[in-house]
């Protein structure tokens, strides 16, 4: 069974950091195309960061320069870190695995920027 779990959310103030962590089970997320996408209140889930097999990253345009997406592959697990947050990074942050086409998705940590 494969599970995905989110963790590192919290409330912080703008201009401050946190760091997500996405834990896999019942599979590899090193031979996975992994991802982040967050979702805020009334709007449609936007990808955020993704990161191939091979290791190639991929960002959306609102956090180029301020969000990292790296991963453990020993301890199967992706982290997000992100700095300099403002206020609309405010949402619901997702981990996605996509494996050959069949998307898993965790339940999400969210994450509070005050401003």
């Known amino acids: 069974q494969v599970r995905l779990v989110e963790s590192g959310g919290g409330v912080v103030q703008a201009g401050g950091s946190l760091r997500l962590s996405c834990a896999g089970s019942?599979?590899?997320?090193?031979?996975?195309?992994m991802g982040w996408y967050r979702q805020a209140p009334g709007k449609q889930r936007e990808m955020v960061a993704t990161?191939?097999?091979?290791?190639?990253?991929n960002y959306g345009d609102s956090v180029k320069g301020r969000f990292t997406i790296s991963r453990d592959n020993g301890k199967n697990t992706v982290y997000l870190q992100m700095n300099s947050l403002k206020p609309e990074d405010t949402a619901i942050y997702y981990c996605?695995?996509?494996?050959?086409?069949?998307?898993?998705w965790g339940r999400g940590t969210q994450v509070t920027v005050s401003s």
């Open positions: 996605k695995a996509d494996q050959y086409g069949v998307y898993y």
């Open positions: 019942g599979i590899i997320v090193s031979d996975k195309t």
């Open positions: 990161v191939s097999r091979g290791g190639s990253t």
